[in-house]
């Protein structure tokens, strides 16, 4: 890039934080430091204070004021953020850090100069990918085709894995048994509750959960039939746009929930029920992506204010018994799930409810694992280092079960087991996918009887 | 910025690593928790030990580059922010507990060691470090020290002045002193561990901290009073005392608190109450049992609407809600809290609180009280927008008055937050013109060349806060 277009890629990108960011809420920071102890970012760098939330909110504000040039330091900075918002449950001023970052990213992308593969890369992944179901299907079948058709073995036997990078590599191994194209066609619109109805929900699929995790969706659909719920499964939803809206593609975000909106506003039913940590938190703020739509904001807030996560359905109307081979259970918090839908005693209790087991909180369960949505790719080196310390927390209580309920964090932990070579004794599950386990277990046991 | 010939002595003392001085760098350690107040530093310096810090120390006084030592940048006085430039030194390499000793019940710290880190140590000992600061999540030890800060337990058990035994520093000139130790006695000559504590980093930097330790109170149990009138709130808390009764917590929340909380938190306080108390009382189980129990009688005798005792833990941390989201309550209000601790002995809260809602009320600003009524302790809290500069100049006539009216009682200007920037325009109301003159004289024999965290404690002439024309 030339030193002309880099000044004017600058000049644009003061223009834009003056304009664009929320400065109201730039102001709302009191500088009090109370988020500082939540932030990962602050704690691995040892109390630096660039990398911890009041910092990075004192770094906008400075470009909006004019005190600092947007640098190459200052993107970076921003980048290393993991966009947990363990910050905001800390917060006094109830200042809503994930805002201004969103804000942020979005003007720093949009003035992204990526080298052509990058460029290709990310056009890929969020334009002609995510949005489009069929096209993740289109993938889920290559990898389908990857993991049944012995090229995998091949692949892994000449360690062909290993040209991608150690950690791609790894990620490769970790990733869940990819369900057929023929299964993928047959996904179920309706499901019937098993007894009298409790209640009547709305389930969202999600893009990569209904293909990529579709075991997942599966026991979350058998979960809910036994709980006595009602479900329908709207087809023409799409991907939560959780990824666009974190990695600065807002517009593309604001039209996949446009048309969730519209696909959850047929039919009847008293909440529309998440089970990916990441997309629920998107989900609760299409009232905030669309503020400035007057047409779509109302509609938006009705919909946000539906949606539950899956435990706080299941232990709300109540699960039949459940029992499990005795081990040691532990829970990971999704930073999505505790710091912006604020569930975390819902997950808990339900995994205390199964009988055989036992239930260890791991110290600082409720922060980040480090998977962060793409940030494990991205900011690798710092994934990795907040993942190893994870994993000596998890040590510490001896799980033998780790249970996520994100399935970016699933897939995190998973790696970490595999970096701790300990995919003998250990497991990462989804909690939905351990319960259905848990209530098919008691159910045989009964029948044993 | 810092000359060449500094940088370059600097970065061969502590490394090219430690001397920091990029944009990002310089902006993030430019402020503190102090309102509307940033000043860019030359760099950012992390010293690895004291050693470190004397070379540094020796070399910024021989070159007159001011000094600012930070913790977590926490304080409310902008005791922090480097107003004069220079070096901001950090110590996250100075941060290890070095010693907890069982048999002199004193724990021996870095600098940097988090306040409720310290304290988690000594809890997992069965031993108790009683200051307990709002910010002690994150503020560091030495922050504490340097400002005397403060906390709930205030009434009971003291401040931090009280626990710190011993200490080791670097003085202006890059002399490091140790002074007093684990001795419950010592009187070899001047205090200079007192006179370091609350001395705000312009006298020198502490490297290491030897601090006493109590035994943990056994058991604990709260309570809550509700009151019609911030006056009978103020009787129970006389009648307490005097009936010689010493609560670990005794903290109170005014009218406007209450509503603003109530409105925030939906925790059913009832909106027409006048005051709010929050008691709680630790120690031996049959101590604490016989403490509330009086302490109920003198609550329902001092006209309390409502007294509710905690049963259960669970039961005690609901009763603290009010308390406890008190300043997230206030803090949402408004884009820029301000909040005060101008302090009153205890007999005067009542009087105190009454001429500070008068005051705000011809003054047209919002101030909402509450604080440790047990110590006299108030935190005013002004809820505005510094951008409205003409409601500022309202504020801050406002909090003049206050500071006026609080030494009328026989009171302080800074109970806990310290003068720093903030109220050093004030300080000669307190102590007088020949206070801020023994004081001053102290600074000038231990830093004559004025390096260690300039522009604090000592108002320059030109009174930057001072709005009213006197």
Redesign the interface.
């Known amino acids: 890039m030339s030193v002309t277009t880099d000044m004017k890629r600058n000049e644009q990108i003061k223009k834009d934080f003056k304009e664009k960011m929320d400065y ?1 809420e730039l ?2 920071c ?5 988020c ?2 939540s932030c990962p970012t602050y704690i691995e760098t ?5 990398a ?1 939330p009041r ?1 990075r909110i ?2 906008m504000k ?1 470009v909006v004021d004019g ?3 947007p ?1 190459e ?2 993107e970076a ?1 921003l980048s290393l953020c993991l966009g947990c918002r363990a910050c905001e449950p800390a917060c ?3 200042v809503k850090y994930g805002h201004l970052l969103e804000q942020a990213l979005d003007i720093l992308q949009t003035k992204k100069k990526y080298s052509p593969p990058v460029k290709m890369f990310r056009s890929l992944i969020f334009n002609q990918l995510f949005p489009h179901q069929s096209r993740m299907r289109g993938l889920n079948g290559l990898l389908w085709f990857y993991q049944n058709s012995g090229v995998q073995k091949v692949a892994r036997a000449t360690k062909m894995t290993g040209i991608v990078g150690k950690h791609l590599s790894t990620m490769e191994r970790v990733l869940p048994s990819i369900a057929s194209p023929k299964q993928l066609k047959n996904r179920p619109s309706h499901v019937e509750a098993e007894g009298v109805v409790k209640k009547k929900v709305a389930f969202f699929s999600g893009c990569l959960m209904d293909t990529m995790f579709m075991e997942t969706n599966d026991s979350t659909l058998y979960l809910l039939k036994k709980a006595n719920c009602d479900v329908v499964i709207p087809q023409t939803q799409n991907c939560c746009g959780a990824l666009h809206a974190h990695s600065g593609e807002m517009d593309t975000a604001k039209e996949l929930a446009k048309k969730n909106i519209v696909a959850f506003e047929e039919g009847e039913f008293d909440h529309i029920v998440s089970n990916a940590g990441g997309c629920g938190a998107v989900l609760v703020d299409y009232g905030h992506i669309l503020k400035d739509e007057p047409k779509w904001k109302q509609r938006a807030e009705a919909f946000s204010a539906k949606v539950k996560d899956i435990s706080e359905i299941l232990l709300d109307v109540g699960l039949p018994e459940m029992e499990l081979d005795p081990q040691i259970i532990t829970y990971q918090d999704s930073c999505h799930l505790r710091n912006v839908q604020g569930t975390f005693s819902a997950p808990r209790k339900l995994l205390q409810s199964i009988k055989g087991t036992q239930f260890m909180e791991m110290k600082d369960a409720d922060q980040c694992c480090g998977s962060a949505g793409t940030y494990n790719i991205i900011e690798q080196e710092m994934s990795m280092q907040i993942l190893d310390h994870k994993m000596a927390k998890v040590d510490e209580v001896k799980a033998a079960t780790i249970v996520t309920a994100n399935p970016g964090c699933l897939l995190q932990m998973k790696l970490g087991v595999e970096r701790e070579g300990k995919q003998k004794t250990m497991k990462a599950v989804h909690i939905v996918d351990l319960l259905a386990e848990a209530v098919k277990y008691k159910e045989k046991q009964l029948q044993k009887v | 910025m810092l000359t060449k010939e500094v940088r370059g002595k600097l970065v061969d003392i502590v490394g090219g690593e430690n001397v920091k001085d ?4 310089l ?9 509307d107040y940033q000043a ?1 530093p030359d760099a950012v310096i992390k010293p690895r030990n004291k050693q470190d810090v004397s070379e540094i120390v020796k070399v910024c006084n021989s070159h007159g580059v001011p000094i600012v030592p930070r913790g ?3 304080n409310l006085c902008a005791g922090t922010t480097p107003l004069e430039g220079g070096i901001v030194m ?1 110590f ?1 390499h100075m ?1 290890e507990i070095l010693e907890i000793d069982d048999e002199n019940l004193t724990i021996t710290v870095q600098p ?1 060691v ?1 306040t ?1 880190d310290l304290i988690e140590a000594a809890e997992a000992k069965g031993l108790f470090y009683p200051p307990d600061p709002g ?1 002690m ?2 503020s560091t030890i030495a922050g504490n020290i340097l400002e005397c800060s403060g906390g709930l337990r205030g009434l009971k058990y003291g401040v931090t002045r009280d626990y710190v035994i011993g200490l080791e520093f670097v003085m202006p000139n890059g002399d490091i002193v140790k002074t007093g130790g684990k001795l419950a006695k010592d009187v070899a000559g001047y205090d200079l561990t007192r006179l370091m504590v609350g001395s705000e980093g312009t006298l020198g930097i502490i490297t290491e901290a030897t601090l006493k330790l109590i035994p943990i109170p056994e058991t604990k149990k709260t309570m809550l009073a509700l009151y019609d009138s911030l006056e009978a709130a103020g009787n129970t808390v006389s009648k307490i005392i005097a009936n010689r009764i010493i609560p670990a917590t005794l903290e109170f929340l005014d009218q406007p608190t209450i509503q603003v909380v109530e409105d925030f938190a939906k925790i059913g306080l009832p909106t027409e109450a006048g005051a709010v108390l929050l008691i709680e009382q630790d120690g031996p189980a049959e101590v604490v049992e016989r403490d509330i129990e009086k302490i109920a009688e003198i609550c329902r005798e001092t006209n309390a609407i409502s007294v509710q005792i905690a049963s259960t833990p669970e039961e005690g941390a609901a009763l603290t809600a009010a308390r406890r989201t008190a ?2 309550a206030l ?2 209000m408004k ?3 301000i909040l005060e601790d101008a302090t009153v002995p205890r007999s005067k809260i009542a009087e105190m609180v009454r001429a500070i809602e008068k005051i705000a009320k011809e003054n047209d600003v919002q101030i909402c009280t509450f604080g440790h009524a047990g110590d006299g302790n108030l935190h005013p809290t002004c809820m505005t ?3 409205d500069k003409e409601e500022m100049k309202r504020v801050e006539k406002s909090f003049e008055e206050i500071f006026k009216k609080a030494i009328e009682l026989g009171g302080t200007i800074t109970g806990e937050h310290g003068v720093g920037v903030m109220k050093s325009p004030y300080l000669s109301w307190k102590v007088g013109e020949t206070g801020v003159d023994a004081m001053f004289a102290i600074k000038q024999a231990f830093d004559p060349n004025n390096i260690m965290n300039p522009g604090k404690i000592f108002a320059k002439d030109t009174r930057k806060r001072v709005v009213v024309e006197k």
């Open positions: 109201d102001l709302n009191m500088r009090c430091g109370f500082l102890p040892k109390g630096n204070e660039a911890s910092g004192a770094l400075a005190k600092m040039e640098d330091d200052f900075q006094p001023s109830g | 990029s944009q990002q760098d902006i993030v350690y430019s402020y503190d928790s102090t309102p860019i977590s940048g926490t950090i996250n941060s940097g988090i409720l910010s999540k994150i300043l997230s803090a949402r884009p820029t809290t927008d510094a951008r």
